[in-house]
């Protein structure tokens, strides 16, 4: 085994970070041969010793002995950290992952350590246990930035906000690529069936369907939409929108979501513009062709402002197929495999 991936959790249930490191590890694997292993740090994680052909050891308890133990048995000298607080402790506050990963750095000061910063830490307003919390945060990510000999992140936000570089020098900042699929062509909008995909995890979709609903139908009626899909777990989704009939997918395949998303004319997300670089959801609909329809409140532009033309909202100006073919080219700079060979030269320089 060449690179051990740490990871909250892993699919099933499909969530964006097991899911994102399980793409990363075929594609190392398909492109440059090199195998990986999972450690899991949810003690109550339900999978087996195995995840799509790839060893996954678990995590008994979240303790820093027991992360070393693990990545000592695993015998790597390469360990790729999957880094979003709240996954490794209710707080956001993982101590145990910092210090442990501290520990097997101090043991093996030859081995390697990368971190992809999924997230950094939270922001809230003062009756937030996040606003309290956000110091402590803070000094754990940048504590786990200065032990790491390489870093990624989605967004120069949070390299802002880590504030300082790793053992080797900067972060390399790119957005996600897309965790089901990247056809190589894709058919022009006119070609597509009227239909209009609702895709992600629970959580993302509620906000669709318990917060946006006017921006979903003013998309309906914009575009031509004539079916709507909800794709993913379980929700309570209405049955029409605006007289759109709502049909529930549940949860599919990659290979279906991909044929799905590829044969559809738009995919609606609710979520902040800022931080649509760091969206799997987001490069999925770019990935395929589809014209992203985003919906926020307040409804501040982009960040950046190269991703204000790259989504739909109401009011905007821009034809769908020129956001839909903008898109897509956004997304082929930072594809899969253009990242993979980053990925490459972190984890074997």
Request: glycine share 10%.
């Amino acid at each position: 085994m060449n690179l051990v991936h740490i990871v909250p959790t892993l699919p099933p249930p499909e969530e964006g970070v097991g899911t994102y490191a399980l793409a990363l590890a075929r594609a190392l694997a398909r492109g440059h041969g090199i195998s990986s292993g999972f450690v899991v740090g949810n003690p109550d994680w339900p999978g087996r010793g195995e995840a799509e052909g790839f060893p996954v050891s678990r995590l008994p308890a979240r303790s820093a002995a027991e992360l070393v133990s693990s990545l000592t048995r695993a015998g790597t000298a390469t360990v790729l950290v999957h880094y979003v607080n709240y996954g490794y402790q209710r707080r956001g506050c993982p101590y145990w992952l910092v210090d442990g990963l501290t520990r097997w750095r101090r043991e093996r000061p030859r081995h390697r350590l990368v971190t992809v910063f999924h997230e950094v830490y939270a922001t809230g307003l003062p009756w937030q246990s996040s606003f309290w919390l956000q110091p402590v945060q803070r000094r754990l990510a940048r504590a786990l930035l200065r032990r790491s000999h390489g870093a990624v992140t989605s967004l120069d936000l949070y390299v802002e906000r880590l504030g300082g570089e790793t053992a080797m020098g900067g972060i390399a900042v790119s957005p996600v690529f897309s965790t089901v699929g990247e056809p190589r062509t894709v058919p022009p909008l006119a070609d597509r069936a009227p239909r209009l995909v609702v895709f992600g995890g629970r959580g993302v979709r509620l906000r669709t369907w318990t917060g946006r609903l006017a921006e979903l139908e003013a998309a309906c009626r914009a575009l031509g939409i004539e079916e709507i899909c909800d794709v993913g777990p379980a929700v309570d989704s209405p049955a029409t929108v605006a007289g759109v009939p709502v049909l529930r997918y549940g949860i599919r395949s990659v290979p279906e979501v991909s044929e799905l998303l590829g044969g559809s004319r738009a995919g609606f997300l609710a979520y902040p513009p800022d931080f649509l670089a760091k969206s799997t959801i987001f490069a999925a609909y770019c990935a395929h062709g589809l014209v992203p329809v985003c919906a926020w409140t307040p409804p501040l532009p982009a960040r950046e402002t190269a991703l204000e033309r790259l989504f739909w909202r109401p009011g905007t100006s821009e034809t769908p197929e020129n956001i839909a073919r903008a898109a897509r080219t956004w997304y082929e700079g930072h594809s899969l495999n253009r990242q993979t060979e980053t990925f490459r030269r972190l984890v074997s320089p």
